[in-house]
T-cell receptor, first 115, second 117 residues
């Protein structure tokens, strides 16, 4: 079975500081991994995805994530936090068989950015 | 750009009542999904439809039924609502189910807030 674990339900950083949101996955096969962001009262928006093309993945809004097979991790980072980054972030992995897959989400990490 | 449209946005039901959440996408996507979101639990997959004419159970299908009416529409029905089904429901769609470097991003609707009293 494939699943993801997000460490830390809440993360608080100062504006301009490094953002690090942690995600570890368990998968019996090479996974496809995703990070989504959710702003208040909105649906989810894709930040970036890993589909085995490159281990360092760059996404929107200055975010990036690195796939590390040896650590089974896919942590999300941003060098300098902005107030507009305050949101909830979800790591996700695909599950199911080829041709009939869907995403399984982690429990989410709420990012607060302090001025 | 409409994208994924869900109705209703808000609904209050009494225990035992039934209702259907409607979802439509205008992106000519093959795959559609229903998730529920609860505090501290992320999004959990209820049902999905990889392509028109197919539906599959997700993690939490009990108490729900779905219908892939056509390529555009995927409805979620609560036959006898229970307080445990109080949640925010998200419909989503994608071109296909196989992630690729360039395609098959999943697009989400804005959510439907359902309260069962």
């Amino acid at each position: 079975a494939q699943s993801v674990t997000q460490l830390g339900s809440h993360v608080s950083v100062s504006e301009g500081a490094l953002v690090l949101l942690r995600c570890n996955y368990s998968s019996s096969v090479p996974p496809y991994l995703f990070w989504y962001v959710q702003y208040p009262n909105q649906g989810l928006q894709l930040l970036l995805k890993y589909t085995s093309a490159a281990t360092l993945v760059k996404g929107i809004n200055g975010f990036e994530a690195e796939f590390k097979k040896s650590e089974t991790s896919f942590h999300l980072t941003k060098p300098s936090a902005h107030m507009s980054d305050a949101a909830e972030y979800f790591c996700a992995v695909t599950r199911g068989v080829a041709g009939r897959r869907a995403l399984t989400f982690g429990s989410g990490t709420r990012l607060q950015v302090q001025p | 750009n409409a994208g994924v449209t869900q109705t209703p946005k808000f609904q209050v039901l009494k225990t035992g009542q039934s209702m259907t959440l409607q979802c439509a996408q205008d992106m000519n996507h093959n795959s559609m999904y229903w998730y529920r979101q609860d505090p501290g639990m992320g999004l959990r997959l209820i049902y999905y439809s990889a392509s028109e004419g197919t539906t599959d159970k997700g993690e939490v299908p009990n108490g729900y039924n779905v219908s892939r009416l056509n390529k555009r529409e995927f409805s979620l029905r609560l036959e006898s609502a229970a307080p445990s089904q109080t949640s925010v429901y998200f419909c989503a769609s994608s071109l296909g189910t196989e992630p690729t470097p360039r395609g098959n991003t999943i697009y989400f609707g804005e959510g439907s807030w359902l309260t069962v009293v």
